[in-house]
């Protein structure tokens, strides 16, 4: 199993009790479709090794996992702290209107309401209130906010993400600042 090929799906963050038990934290906004994982991969010396679980037991916002062969909490410390991985090949099914942040690197981005293409995707920021998209829009880096109230359209056929951008948004990025302009040009009606 190649790291390239899984996502991060949470980590062990402290021992349960003295009998070998961990909590698994699950870094995801619905846990219920992970709540039946049997095995998970653990980064160890650069390469992921499998490690199979044999009860998992939601605890407050987290999870008690119970992993074979780790009998005793000296054995449940040695894996704290250790991010835990799955094939990508099991994440949900996404519809229409969500996506995953790995998989829209390099899409194409487009304005939902004007149809104009904005440039590809190279990154998805992911610290602040909302996820964010970074754009090379020849070469100007533009940076598009997803608040949770805007409207997005996902072609994964086509590997386009349409999204909808506040009037103005992209002139601040691509003016330089020294031509005078008026509102209209940048704010159309």
């Known amino acids: 199993m190649n790291i390239k090929d899984c996502f991060q799906l949470g980590k062990f963050t402290r021992p349960f009790r003295y009998f070998g038990e961990v909590i698994l934290w699950m870094d995801v906004d619905d846990s219920s479709p992970y709540k039946g994982i049997k095995i998970v991969w653990v980064e160890e010396k650069k390469s992921l090794v499998p490690y199979m679980i044999n009860k998992l037991t939601p605890h407050k916002d987290r999870f008690v996992a119970k992993i074979e062969g780790i009998e005793s909490e000296e054995a449940a410390k040695a894996l704290c702290g250790k991010d835990i991985y799955l094939p990508i090949s099991e ?99």
Do not use: A
């Open 91 to 189: 994440l949900p099914k996404l519809d229409n209107k969500h996506f995953y942040f790995h998989e829209v690197l390099g899409w194409t981005v487009c304005d939902l309401k004007s149809g104009d293409c904005l440039g590809q995707i190279t990154r998805v920021l992911d610290y602040g209130p909302y996820p964010m998209l970074e754009v090379d829009n020849d070469g100007v880096e533009v940076i598009l906010p997803l608040p949770k109230d805007f409207k997005i359209l996902v072609d994964r056929e086509l590997r386009i993400l349409k999204v909808e951008v506040p009037d103005g948004l992209i002139y601040v990025f691509t003016n330089d600042g020294y031509e005078e302009v008026d509102d209209e040009d940048i704010f159309p009606h």
